[in-house]
């Protein structure tokens, strides 16, 4: 069991992704319309996403974050917002405050990290109204697991039906599943899996100003059969 004084995280890959800012904004604008009002982030790291989740119109954001000097740095950045309340702890079982509290629970680049996946999404389930959303944003493809992932603390990475089959199973309707970023196949594989590279800033920033806003605009309109990543979205009845 790992405690909080334990629980230290170096994001370097966090520290990459904040040049992603169009990255960040295409995945928002797919999973818009299930925020609802109150909205529980899982993992909100140093709060690269919080800040794009605190421009939609929400009334209140409950960022945890179980790391320590992540959560120092998500503080300093939103400890001026009166809609977000950051939390230093895991999202565990939801207490009576919590219990059916939520329009939604996001995951963006946070489940892969959960050893026991089944049991967290349980906890969402818990957690959400009747009608809540549970937002899942994932690496996708077990082929592209690389030393990368293994050193940032992926479990695992997903395949569309494995994902499904397991939020359907805690209980949710599913609303989306669909694979996301279908051309970041290719540079990974070749930098992370074959050559082995670790992800850097220079890198993400490219990949963010030259390919992102076109692919956004072929797979919206063309969903892939595959991608990088993976999208599912499910209901609470």
């Known amino acids: ?13 966090l520290e990459a992704m904040q040049f992603a800012r169009r990255y960040h904004t295409w995945i928002i604008d797919e999973v818009r319309p299930y925020f609802g009002r109150r909205v529980a982030e899982v993992g909100a790291g140093c709060g690269n996403l919080s800040e794009f989740l605190l421009q939609q119109p929400i009334d209140h ?45 996001v995951y963006i680049n946070v489940m892969e990290h959960i050893e026991d996946d089944s049991a967290e999404i349980r906890n969402a389930y818990e957690a959400l109204k009747s009608q809540g959303h549970i937002v899942i944003y994932v690496p996708a493809l077990a082929w592209l697991y690389s030393d990368f992932d293994r050193v940032i603390g992926h479990f695992r990475r997903y395949h569309k039906r494995e994902l499904v089959d397991l939020v359907k199973g805690c209980g949710f ?15 990974w594989y070749l930098s992370a899996v074959l050559f082995r590279r670790k992800i850097s800033s220079t890198n993400v920033a490219l990949y963010d100003r030259l390919a992102v806003p076109v692919l956004s605009r072929i797979e919206r309109y063309l969903p892939p059969w595959i991608g990088k990543n993976l999208l599912v979205v499910g209901r609470k009845p």
């Open 61 to 105: 954001l409950s960022a945890f974050e179980p790391s320590s000097n992540m959560f120092e740095l998500l503080q300093k950045r939103l400890g001026s917002q009166s809609r977000v309340v950051a939390i230093n702890d895991f999202f565990g079982k939801p207490t009576e405050a919590t219990t059916e509290n939520y329009d939604s629970v």
């Open 1 to 13: 069991m790992i405690t909080l004084e334990e629980n230290l995280y170096f994001g370097k890959d």
């Open 173 to 187: 309707e599913i609303v989306q599943a669909k694979y996301f970023d279908s051309l970041g196949i290719i540079p």
